[in-house]
């Protein structure tokens, strides 16, 4: 691939707004991204502050998200940067899996690109109406109010290398989640650092990882603003969003695993499981997990819980032409992601999805579940028949299948921890 142009820097520092941390305290003021933000859950975000980030992110409408900004700028509570800079980002967090972790990147500004450039490549499917109101958005506040979870392929670690040995002392915002999660975030504004890594990123891909929808939101605001403006000015604020970027390679990064639960009494029938070799367990969740996690990750594999008093099924593929039947048309690297020979060999026929795969996107029949002891509950409830236990998919699985030009199917990646509202802001207006 040809190196980026200077003049279109693929990422660039950015004059961050924030709270002024003597008029709030940050624990009170950030959010989880919108979409993991249940009703009972902005309750109590509202409620902590007047000054709560919700209060922009699930606005009760787009204009009055865009007053409450402005009048929270005019009041001082929250305040641009004097200068541009990247942030160093580290997240200190105990996983779904109960391992204690820690994960590393940094935020700056990246510059747009249209998927079928090359430069920036989504990993799952988004739907329309979600982006219709994230525009409305973006329309009134002329502001990235969350940061996009972006993926980059680094085994020199040319960031880390430049960017971590700043970021000493205490940070410059630190806040703890009700997870237990610690944010911290260090300003990075020495030139020498930020060169390095703008160089790094002249010719590497990014992966986005999460914030789909506001990232696809943020390409057409930027293509409305230049038709508006009659220009294609290639330093416009608007041609560039707020971004996290971790690193595929060894800083922390973690995927697990979201489980699928049928919905109502269907069972996936014998015929559907010959394709498998099918080991009975008569054990907990936690041992069938374990039992999964135990098979070699080239191998696909999955669980089914049927509920307590009957055993678990351990199912590892043993006819790959099964596979290559039901997948022909399917990529490669698809074809080795466990999610994704789960939908296609066994959920798909046995929900009559067979000619309609992508009714997997709206179907209400598989509810996606990521804690594995609710999965198991729903089939102990009697609310499902099965649950099918997933592994998660390896970072090398999600690479494969970006480099292919495909995405994964629904759901299938979780990261953990989720980025939080509120640390930085990026407003588009050139203020």
Avoid at 280 to 297: I, M, R, S, Y
Wanted: charged share 25%; proline share 7%; glycine share 6%.
């Amino acid at each position: 691939m040809a190196a980026t142009p200077s003049t279109r820097a693929a990422v660039r520092p950015l004059r961050a707004l924030r709270y002024d941390a003597g008029r709030v305290e940050l624990a009170d003021v950030v959010a989880p991204p919108y979409d993991v933000i249940s009703d009972a859950d902005r309750a109590r975000l509202a409620e902590q502050s007047p000054y709560s980030v919700v209060h922009l992110i699930l606005p009760e409408s787009p204009n009055k998200a865009g007053d409450l900004l402005h009048s929270w700028r005019a009041q001082g509570v929250l305040v641009r940067d004097p200068e541009p800079r990247l942030w160093w980002h580290e997240q200190r967090f105990v996983g779904p899996d109960g391992a204690e972790a820690v994960r590393t990147g940094f935020l700056g500004a990246v510059r747009l690109s249209a998927y079928d450039e090359g430069l920036i490549r989504p990993h799952e499917r988004t739907h329309a109406r979600a982006r219709e109101g994230r525009l409305g958005l973006l329309r009134a506040t002329r502001t990235n109010l969350s940061p996009i979870f972006g993926l980059y392929d680094d085994p020199e670690h040319t960031p880390r290398e430049v960017l971590a040995p700043l970021a000493k002392g205490a940070p410059a915002m630190e806040a703890t989640d009700p997870d237990g999660t610690v944010h911290r975030f260090w300003p990075v504004a020495d030139s020498d650092a930020i060169a390095a890594v703008q160089a790094a990123f002249a010719d590497r891909e990014i992966l986005i990882a999460d914030g789909h929808h506001r990232y696809e939101t943020a390409v057409a605001y930027r293509d409305e603003q230049r038709s508006h403006e009659g220009a294609d000015d290639l330093e416009s604020p608007y041609d560039y969003v707020l971004m996290y970027l971790a690193n595929l390679h060894g800083e922390g990064l973690a995927i697990y695993p979201t489980h699928r639960v049928v919905l109502g009494r269907r069972d996936v029938t014998a015929d559907l499981l010959r394709p498998f070799d099918v080991q009975e367990l008569d054990t907990g969740p936690a041992e069938v997990e374990a039992a999964l996690n135990a098979v070699p990750a080239d191998t696909i594999a999955f669980a089914i819980w049927h509920g307590t008093g009957r055993p678990a099924l351990l199912c590892t593929l043993r006819d790959r032409s099964a596979v290559m039947m039901a997948m022909s048309h399917t990529a490669a690297a698809l074809r080795k992601v466990d999610a994704a020979v789960l939908e296609s060999v066994i959920l798909a026929p046995m929900l009559g999805l067979l000619h309609h795969p992508e009714q997997f996107a709206t179907t209400e029949d598989v509810v996606y579940v990521r804690d594995l002891r609710a999965a198991c509950g729903m089939v102990d409830s009697g609310e499902s028949a099965a649950a099918f236990l997933l592994r998660a998919p390896t970072v090398e699985q999600v690479r494969a299948v970006a480099r292919a030009g495909k995405v994964m199917p629904q759901k299938s990646t979780y990261f953990f921890p989720k980025l939080y509202s509120g640390f930085l802001l990026n407003p588009l207006d050139g203020e």
